[in-house]
Structures are given as C-alpha cells and as structure tokens.
C-alpha cells in the first residue's frame, strides 16, 4: 500500500480577537491506500480540525499536506475545490440532505459533480434503500437519512471518505449498519475510509487507530486482527 495521504508538522490556529486558538499542533502523519483509519478523542482534541484539512475545507496554518505527492498547502481555493469534487467523500453526524429533494436526487446531485461516478440506483440499492428512492428525507427515518448520506458520498467513488461522527445521532443497531456499508466500500472498492469518533469501540475495526490529545496526535495503534463491525460494541 502507497501512502496516499501525508501530514509534515500541521498546525493550524485561529485569532480571536487578540487570543490564538491552537487546534492542531505540528502533527505528522501517513495514510496509505486502502487502509481504514479511525481517529479517537474527545471533543476538542482536534479530530475535525485535521478532518478539514485532509478534505481540502480549511488551509494550514503552518507545515506540509500532499495528496499522492501533491500539495494541498499554499495552492489556491480553486485547486481545494476540484481536490474536494473529485476525490473526498464526506459523512457528517447530522445527515445535511437537500429536504426538498429525494433520496435518489439528493444521491444524484453528487454523483453529477465528479469525474467518474458510480450508478446512482445501485449505490441506493447497496445500501438497502432501493425502494424508498422516490422518498423525501422528510418520510425517511434517521437511519435511512444517515444511509442516503453514505450513498451520496459513495456515489462519488471517491478515494478518500472521511467521516464525522457517522453513528453519533443513530441507535446501536443503526449505527453497526452504516459501519458495515463503510467497511463494505474500503474493502469492495480498495478505498480510504478515516472515521473520527470518540466512541472507543469503533476503534477495534481500524487498520489502524490515532488517538488525539490536546491538538496532537498522542499515539498510533496498528490493529493486526480488525474487528468486523458486528463484533464491536458500545
């Protein structure tokens, strides 16, 4: 495996007033293609601030970011947005679909902006919503809102996925469902999947696990023996 993704002393702040914030402090780090990487922490330990960074949302501060060799620093918004349409994939906690648009367009909507899209209806029909294509999120459960997200993010055939707290709003039951659909894309298509979560649990069906600590990242565990995720629990 290549490493796809590499971070050279990243740190990133913002100004409040005369106050600097430091969110992430000079983190290092490599993801490889294919692998399944869950970042562990609680809130405030810089889990969505490197997200950002990763998906092209927000600019370093200070240090390096490459994409296949590429860098992600220092290059203008425009060279971010085509990074973002073309090769990141986002889930967030609160599902963000278009209310007025059903799920097979608020999938399609997505599938339209990217190079090399997968079919819309069989993304729908992998993740168990074939059926309810023609439905609003509104007569959708959370459950079903959180699969038309997946399915959104799918249907780009991204290289990356990058998830928020993917299971933070669903039931148990739920949320070992949608972890089954992201282990199903890394592993079918050989894809990155990077799941930020506080819940430890999850953890057990990485590739390998970054725990983060006061904007850094305080250890590497490398999982020999990944859980599926029916055998996790929280």
Known sequence: ?????????????????????????????????????VILGP????KSTLLNLIGGMDQVSEGEIYYQGKPLHGVPESALTTYRR????????????????????????AAEITR????????????????????????LSGGEQQRVAVARAVAKNPEIL???????????KTGIYVLKLLRNF??????TVMVITH??????MADRVFTMRDGEIA???VIDSPRSPEEVSW
């Not at 740190?11 to 402090?25: D, I, N, P, T």
């Not at 809130?43 to 810089?46: L, V």
């Not at 599902?95 to 999938?107: G, K, S």
């Open 1 to 37: 495996m290549g490493v796809i993704l590499e971070g050279k002393a990243l740190s990133k702040w913002y100004q409040m007033g005369e106050v600097r914030v430091e969110a992430l402090k000079r983190v290092s780090f490599q993801i490889y293609r294919g692998e399944f990487v």
């Open 43 to 46: 809130s405030g330990s810089g």
């Open 86 to 109: 073309n090769t990141v994939g986002f889930i967030f906690q609160f599902y963000n679909l278009m209310p007025n648009l059903t799920a097979f367009e608020n999938v399609q909507l």
């Open 116 to 139: 090399e899209p997968l079919p819309v209806m069989d993304v729908l029909e992998e993740v168990g919503l074939s059926e309810r294509a023609g439905h609003f999120p509104s007569q």
């Open 162 to 172: 990058l998830c928020d707290e993917p299971t933070g709003a669903l039931d148990f």
């Open 186 to 191: 890394n592993r079918k298509y050989a894809k």
């Open 199 to 204: 819940n430890a649990g999850i953890a057990e």
């Open 219 to 221: 250890a590497i565990r």
